[in-house]
């Protein structure tokens, strides 16, 4: 009977658990399941001063029958110059883990390596053994099951060092860098790091909405990827929850068009993409104004309040096609449907979520404004609608909400724009601009082990310290996340990407080939209607020199 159960067993599909990267210091549980079935386990540690390639085996060796409560556990390690062999409690260990009623054993080899090794004792009643054995180098790590002499599965894990600085050029223009720092007492810190050069023909950098629309959700990669950017930051606040999920808590302009209205009175730093002089990206940071007027034939005039969100008590909101087919607004206000020659179509009163003119907008009105609406919106009558951002820094054609300012003219300058995550430790992405005008674009791990996350001072200084003169706070938290060619380089706080309501593109268009493939990818895009500025100038052939990408150094 024990021997048919082994031979079911083993025709069960075996499979190893294993995380894709681990760190120095940094613990990891590894876990080998037979059939779905947990059958062994090994918590490790990596730790030490050298950079080897290693293998660590897990093994099961038998399956215990009877009352006994405990599993015989035996690790044999193997030390040369490459491994870092430590006792119990100093800071490498190897924790073997096995289901209650089976036996284990964990074996490391390692290049040059010296027999060397000890029994590790007895599981407890929960089949757990903790004790400190092993310390492992920085390198590539490969894990393997096995069982009988015989590899069942097999997992590569990257071990990087705890503190570490690594840069790669990933297209033209464009350079990608990873940082992990620890300062003083505080840290870890993870950052990832995109270096633009806006000076580089290939380069372009806009601001696009989740999904194309002014409201709704789409995660950055997605965004990425389904426009063909070479990478990608998220962009600013958006409306968490309810029918205008995704829509902009903040201003925004996108092809001169504006999505997104301020939240509240305050002012709220803006980033202005500035129309481009010389072919070169110019980024500005500023707080931006916001003004909305509706106005009647007969010269009466209403505030706009703002556009595709709900509707307060005394609110007049403008929803445009690129919301959607209809308002999503409940029966308590007046609705003005409004063609594109600004020719009323019709009035609706207490009805709610009418359709938008796929040529028009709709006016929605509660309080004092809905009376107007009544009073000058009626079928047949003339609206003029006057709806703008004002960036006093340069013509822009693109706005991003967010802040607040992170830095100005090389010193921290939070101003006060009062946000309440200011000085509580979270994710956060940031943009900056250098001395030279080179643009930064930064995103921070937060609210995990191998990151803790920073104060907004905090990231102005590191701000400061990567050489920004100008810098300015995105949106954060779970919606912190950096895209290049199309793999999520950040380590998400929800555990996975958040789909968000906008993100920054950055494109490295090198040659005409590149182009014509981008252009065809978005030309079903609104994108695709706001052609990129290589499309109108073209594209000069980039030099193998430029184009080389360089690895870690």
């Known amino acids: 009977m024990h021997g048919i159960l082994l031979a079911a067993l083993a025709a069960q599909i075996i499979t190893l658990n294993a995380p894709n990267e681990l760190m120095v210091g940094?613990?990891?549980?590894?876990?080998?399941?037979?059939?779905?079935?947990?059958?062994v386990g090994v918590d490790v540690r990596v730790s030490g001063p050298v950079?080897?390639?290693?293998?660590?085996?897990?093994?099961?060796?038998?399956?215990r029958e009877g009352a006994g409560r405990a599993a015989l556990v035996r690790a044999s390690l193997y030390r040369g110059?490459?491994?870092?062999?430590?006792?119990?409690?100093?800071?490498?260990?190897?924790?073997?883990?096995t289901p209650v009623g089976l036996g284990g054993f964990c074996a490391c080899e390692f290049l040059e390596r010296a027999p060397l090794g000890q029994p590790l004792g007895r599981t407890d009643e929960a089949g757990r053994l903790s004790v400190s054995v092993l310390g492992i180098a920085p390198g590539m790590l490969s894990l393997s099951a096995m069982r009988g002499g015989e590899e069942l599965a097999r997992a590569e894990v990257v071990v990087k060092p705890f503190e570490y600085d690594r840069r790669e050029v990933v297209a033209p223009g464009i350079a990608y860098r990873e940082r992990r720092v620890v300062k003083g007492a505080d840290g870890p810190f993870t950052f990832q790091i995109l270096e633009v050069d806006p000076r580089h023909p290939a380069v372009n950098v806009l601001p696009?909405?989740?999904?194309?629309?002014?409201i709704g959700r789409e995660t950055v990669s997605g965004m990425a990827r389904r426009l063909g950017a070479t990478a990608a930051v998220n962009g600013g606040y958006f409306i968490t929850t309810g029918p205008y999920a995704?829509?902009?808590?903040?201003?925004?302009?996108?092809?001169?068009?504006?999505?997104?209205?301020?939240?509240?009175?305050?002012?709220?730093t803006a980033l202005v993409f500035c129309s481009e002089k010389d072919d070169v990206e110019r980024l500005e940071f500023e707080a931006v104004g916001y003004a909305g007027e509706a106005l009647s034939s007969s010269g009466a005039s209403a505030r706009v309040t703002g556009l595709h969100r709900a509707r307060g008590a005394e609110d007049l909101i403008v929803y445009r096609p690129m919301m959607g087919e209809r308002t999503l607004t409940d029966g308590a206000g007046v609705e003005a449907r409004i063609d594109s020659q600004g020719v009323v179509l019709d009035l609706a009163d207490g009805a709610g979520n009418v359709v938008i003119p796929r040529d028009g907008y709709v006016l929605s009105g509660t309080g004092a404004a809905a009376d107007w609406l009544r009073g000058n919106a009626r079928p047949g009558a003339r609206i003029t609608l006057d709806v703008n951002l004002k960036a006093s820094a340069c013509?822009?054609?693109?706005?991003?909400?967010?802040g607040p300012r992170l830095v100005r003219g090389g010193k921290v300058d939070l101003g006060e724009e009062a946000f309440a995550h200011e000085k509580v430790r979270h994710p956060r992405t940031a943009v900056g601009v250098?001395?030279?005008?080179?643009?930064?674009?930064?995103?921070?791990?937060?609210?995990?082990?191998?990151?803790?996350?920073?104060?907004?001072?905090?990231?102005?200084?590191?701000?400061?310290?990567?050489?920004?003169?100008?810098?300015?706070?995105?949106?954060g938290g779970g919606s912190t996340a950096m895209v290049v060619r199309d793999e999520i380089r950040n380590s998400p706080s929800d555990g996975r990407e958040r789909a968000v309501g906008d993100a920054i593109l950055i494109y490295s268009v090198a040659t005409e080939a590149e182009l014509e493939r981008l252009k065809s990818r978005i030309g079903q895009t609104p994108l695709g209607k706001r052609e990129l500025p290589e499309a109108e100038r073209g594209v000069r052939p980039i030099s193998s020199s430029e184009?080389?990408?360089?690895g870690w150094n």
């Not at 950079?51 to 399956?63: A, D, K, N, T």
Request: proline share 3%; hydrophobic share 40%; charged share 25%.
């Open 434 to 475: 250098t001395a030279t005008g080179s643009l930064l674009f930064l995103t921070l791990d937060g609210r995990q082990a191998r990151s803790s996350g920073m104060t907004l001072r905090e990231l102005a200084e590191e701000m400061i310290e990567l050489g920004a003169v100008e810098a300015m706070n995105l949106d």
């Open 246 to 268: 995704g829509g902009s808590q903040g201003v925004f302009l996108s092809n001169g068009e504006v999505v997104g209205s301020p939240a509240g009175s305050r002012p709220r």
């Open 81 to 97: 110059e490459s491994v870092l062999v430590l006792d119990e409690g100093a800071d490498g260990w190897c924790r073997v883990t």
């Open 51 to 63: 950079r080897v390639r290693g293998v660590v085996r897990v093994e099961v060796l038998s399956v």
């Open 395 to 402: 013509v822009a054609p693109d706005i991003t909400g967010g």
């Open 208 to 214: 696009v909405r989740a999904r194309d629309q002014a």
């Open 26 to 39: 940094e613990a990891a549980s590894l876990m080998v399941t037979e059939g779905g079935r947990p059958v």
């Open 547 to 550: 184009g080389r990408t360089r």
